[in-house]
C-alpha cells in the first residue's frame, strides 16, 4: 500500500497552470458504456449531482444514503438565517438569505459544524449557502477587525481556515479569499496571544481540548476525574484546557499552512507566508517528536503538562495526520495497520476509560460519530487503502439506512442510535440522546463519495482526479456536476486507484485534471487500475467474484445473502424506523422500532434464483398492544395486501411472534418486500427479521 495523493487537504497541490484544452461539445461518444441513473423518489432533491452504479446491487447498497445525505444537507438543513442574530461579519447575503445549521436539535450551524460541513461538501454542492455559513462564524471586534467568533470553545477556532481555504479552491472567490485571510490571520493572532488555551512555550504545542470534544466523557482522569466533578462541559476542568491534545494541534499546522497558502495566493510579500509556513513546519515537527510512539506504531492522544502521556487511538487525529501530510509513509501504513476499529467503525477515543464500558460507552469515548468516520475514511482512500476505504464507507451507508437518515452518534458494538453516558447535572451516567437529521454525518457519507469514489481534489488552477473504485462496484457515474462554470458527468471505469486513461469529451489527457476556466456541459470518462482483490465481507468468495462485495452471502447467490432471513437491522428503513436493543429475545445484533405512524417503513430486498419464485413470505415482530397491528405489504413498490400481526398474550415487548403469508410470488433476481405504515394502518409493532422461502 502506497499514498496516493499529496496532502490535497492543505490545498498544497497548486502547481503550474493547466493548459489550454481543445474541447468537442457535450453529446460527443466517450469511451465506455452509459450507465444510468436510479429513478429519484418524488420527492427526492434533484437539482444536485446524480449517483448511478451498473451493478445494481452496488445501487442498493450506495444509492439511497447518498440520497439520504443530499437531502438531509440541501432541504432539512439548508433555512433562513435571522440577519441581527448571525450576520455579524457584514458579509452574509441576502441572496440566498439561507446557511447549513449543525442539524436536528441543533439550530444554529457553530463554527467547528460550519467549517466542516463547508469543507465537507457544502461549498461543491451549494457554494452561496456555505459562504453564508462560513461567514456566520465571523464576527468584528471593537476595531472593526475580521475574526471567527470568539465564544467558550475558543480550541475548535481554527478549523475554520482550513474550511476557508477549501472553499476559495472549489469557488475561485478571490473577494471571499481577502477577507477570509484577513479573518483567518487576525483569529491565530489571538490564539497565539492567548495562553488559556493558547501556545505551551515549553512543550511547543497548543494547549484545549481535542477537536470537536467538548463534553468530558472524551478524556482519561487525569485530566478528567472519575466523578465528573466539575460537570460535562470538558473547558470546566483545568488539566483539559491545559492539556494538549493530537487533533487539535493538527488542525493548529493545518491553518498555518493554509493561511500562508492565502497569503502567497494574494500576493502577500514573501516573508508572510513563509512565516507561517515555518511555524506549521516547526508545529509539525514537535507533534512527531511528542505525540509519536513507535512502540505502539501511532500516535497518542495526549500530553499533559507534567509530562503525562495518553497512549490512546483518537479517530480524527489519526485520520487528520494522514490526511494533512503530518505522517510520512511508513507511519501512514503503520497507523492503518494497528488502529483498532469496533464492529461499527473507529472510535472517538479508544479504548473505554475506567469509568466506562461497553455497556455504557462514554459519549466521547468508545463510540461511533460519524463526522470522524468520514475524516477516517478519506485517509484510507489517500493512503491508497481501498479495503478500509470501502469498507468504511459501506457502515456508514448501512447505518443511515438502518436508522431512517444520518444521526449523531451510533453504538460502537451494535450500530444502534446511541448518545452515550456522560455527567448531567447531579447524574454522573445520564444516558444521553443522539440526535436525528445530523448536517455532519451526511456529509461525510458524501465526502468519502466525493473526495474518495471519485478522488475530487481542489487546485487553484482546477480539478485533479484521483479516484478510488473498489474492486465488485462495476462503473459508477456522479452527472450533473456543477464545479464553477461547468456541468460535469464523470464516469469511472475498471476498478482501483491508479488512473490508466483519463478522458474529456473523448480526447485523451495526459493529466487527470479539468482546468478551472471550463464552462458548458463536459463529459470525463477515467479508467481504473491496481485494483486489490481480497474478501471484503469475509463471506468466502474474493471480491472481484462478488456481486455483493460489501455484504455477506453465499456462493449460490454469487456472494449476495439469502433470502430466508434478513436482519431488519439490515433492511432500508425510512419514516422514523430506526435500530434498537432495548428489548430482549431478538436475533441477529438488534431489532427495529419506530414502526409506529403513517410513513414508517421497512424494506427489504431479496436475493433469488430463480428469477419467478412462488414461497412463504414470514415475518418475527413483537406485539404486545393487545390486539392486532396492521401494515401494509408492498412488493417492488405496489401495495399487495394488508397484513394483521395478532398480539402476543402476555403483553410484554420481549416476547417474539411469527407471522407467515404464503402463496406469495415475486419476480426478478431482487425484488423487494416493503412493510409500511400506511393510512389505515395501526403500526405500533417492532420487527425482527424477514424470510421468503418454500
Not at 427495529?592 to 415482530?621: C, E, Q
Amino acid at each position: 500500500m502506497t499514498s496516493k495523493r499529496r496532502s490535497r487537504q492543505l490545498g498544497l497541490l497548486t502547481g503550474a497552470a493547466v493548459a489550454a484544452v481543445c474541447l468537442v461539445s457535450a453529446g460527443t461518444t466517450t469511451a465506455g458504456a452509459a450507465v444510468d441513473a436510479a429513478a429519484p423518489p418524488p420527492d427526492a432533491v434533484t437539482d444536485a449531482p446524480a449517483l448511478s452504479f451498473a451493478n445494481p446491487n452496488t445501487e442498493a447498497a450506495f444509492g439511497p444514503a447518498y440520497r439520504e445525505a443530499l437531502d438531509n444537507l440541501l432541504r432539512t438543513n439548508t433555512v433562513p438565517f435571522d440577519d441581527a442574530t448571525y450576520n455579524q461579519s457584514g458579509l452574509m447575503t441576502a441572496d440566498p438569505g439561507t446557511f447549513v445549521k449543525a442539524g436536528g436539535g441543533y439550530p444554529q450551524p457553530w463554527t467547528r459544524d460550519a467549517s466542516v460541513n463547508s469543507w465537507n461538501a457544502a461549498s461543491l454542492l451549494e457554494p452561496d449557502v456555505a459562504r453564508n455559513t462560513l461567514w456566520s462564524a465571523v464576527d468584528k471586534d471593537d476595531q472593526g477587525r475580521l475574526q471567527v467568533k470568539q465564544d467558550d470553545q475558543t480550541w475548535d477556532q481554527v478549523v475554520w481556515v482550513t474550511s476557508a481555504w477549501n472553499h476559495y479552491l472549489v469557488t475561485g472567490d478571490r473577494s471571499f479569499l481577502a477577507d477570509a485571510f484577513q479573518t483567518a490571520k487576525n483569529t491565530l493572532a489571538i490564539r497565539l496571544a492567548d495562553s488559556d488555551p493558547g501556545l505551551n512555550p515549553a512543550f511547543g504545542l497548543f494547549t484545549g481540548p481535542s477537536f470537536f470534544n467538548d463534553g468530558v466523557a472524551g478524556y482519561p482522569a487525569p485530566p478528567a476525574d472519575p466523578t465528573e466533578s466539575l460537570g460535562s462541559g470538558s473547558f470546566s476542568y483545568p488539566g483539559i484546557r491545559t492539556g494538549m491534545f493530537l487533533s487539535t494541534n493538527e488542525l493548529y499546522y493545518a491553518a498555518f499552512q493554509n493561511v500562508a497558502n492565502m497569503a502567497q495566493a494574494l500576493g502577500q510579500p514573501s516573508d508572510v507566508a513563509a512565516g507561517y509556513r515555518s511555524q506549521a513546519a516547526a508545529l509539525k515537527k514537535t507533534i512527531n517528536e511528542r505525540f509519536w510512539n513507535p512502540k505502539t506504531g501511532l500516535y497518542r492522544y495526549m500530553v499533559l503538562p507534567d509530562g503525562t502521556t495518553g497512549d490512546y487511538q483518537e479517530g480524527t487525529g489519526l485520520a487528520f495526520a494522514i490526511l494533512f501530510g503530518i505522517a510520512d509513509e511508513r507511519q501512514t501504513r503503520s497507523i492503518l495497520a494497528n488502529t483498532h476499529l469496533m464492529a461499527q467503525g473507529v472510535a472517538d477515543v479508544y479504548p473505554d476509560f475506567e469509568r466506562y464500558s461497553t455497556d455504557q460507552p462514554g459519549r466521547h469515548n468508545a463510540i461511533v460519530w460519524p463526522v470522524v468516520e468520514g475524516f477516517w475514511g478519506s485517509a484510507a482512500a489517500q493512503a491508497g487503502d481501498q479495503t478500509a476505504f470501502a469498507t468504511n464507507l459501506a457502515r456508514l451507508a448501512h447505518q443511515a439506512d438502518a436508522n431512517s437518515g444520518f444521526w449523531e452518534i451510533y453504538n460502537g458494538t451494535t450500530g444502534v442510535v446511541d448518545g452515550g453516558y456522560q455527567r448531567l447535572g447531579d447524574d454522573l451516567k445520564f444516558h444521553w440522546g443522539s440526535e436525528p437529521d445530523q448536517t455532519w454525518s451526511a456529509t461525510a457519507y458524501l465526502r468519502q463519495l466525493y473526495d474518495g469514489v471519485f478522488g475530487i481534489g481542489y487546485t487553484e488552477d482546477g480539478l485533479e482526479l484521483t479516484p478510488t473504485l473498489p474492486t465488485g462496484w462495476g462503473d459508477t457515474t456522479l452527472s450533473g456536476l456543477r464545479y464553477r462554470d461547468a456541468d460535469l458527468t464523470i464516469r469511472l471505469h475498471g476498478a482501483g486507484d491508479r488512473v490508466a486513461s483519463f478522458r474529456l469529451d473523448g480526447r485523451p489527457r495526459k493529466d487527470a485534471e479539468i482546468p478551472a476556466t471550463l464552462t458548458g456541459r463536459h463529459t470525463v470518462d477515467v479508467t481504473l487500475v491496481g485494483a486489490t482483490n481480497g474478501d471484503r465481507d469475509g463471506d468466502g468468495l474474493k471480491d472481484r467474484a462478488d456481486s455483493c462485495p460489501d455484504q455477506a452471502g453465499t456462493r449460490v447467490l454469487d456472494g449476495c445473502p439469502a433470502s430466508e432471513k434478513i436482519q431488519s437491522e439490515d433492511a432500508l428503513n425510512e419514516g422514523g424506523v430506526k435500530t434498537n436493543v432495548n428489548h430482549t429475545g431478538y436475533d441477529g445484533d438488534a431489532f427495529v422500532d419506530g414502526v409506529w405512524s403513517t410513513g414508517a417503513s421497512s424494506t427489504y430486498r431479496l436475493n433469488l434464483r430463480p428469477a419467478r419464485s412462488t414461497g412463504t413470505l414470514t415475518i418475527r415482530y413483537a406485539n404486545a398492544n393487545g390486539s392486532d397491528a396492521t401494515l401494509s405489504l408492498y412488493v417492488d413498490g405496489k401495495k399487495e395486501r394488508q397484513l394483521a400481526l395478532p398480539s402476543n398474550t402476555d403483553g410484554s415487548w420481549d416476547t417474539w411472534s411469527t407471522f407467515r403469508l404464503p402463496g406469495l410470488t415475486l419476480h426478478g433476481q431482487h425484488p423487494t418486500v416493503s412493510l409500511r405504515v400506511d393510512d389505515g394502518d395501526s403500526g405500533r409493532v417492532n420487527l425482527d427479521w424477514v424470510g421468503f422461502g418454500s
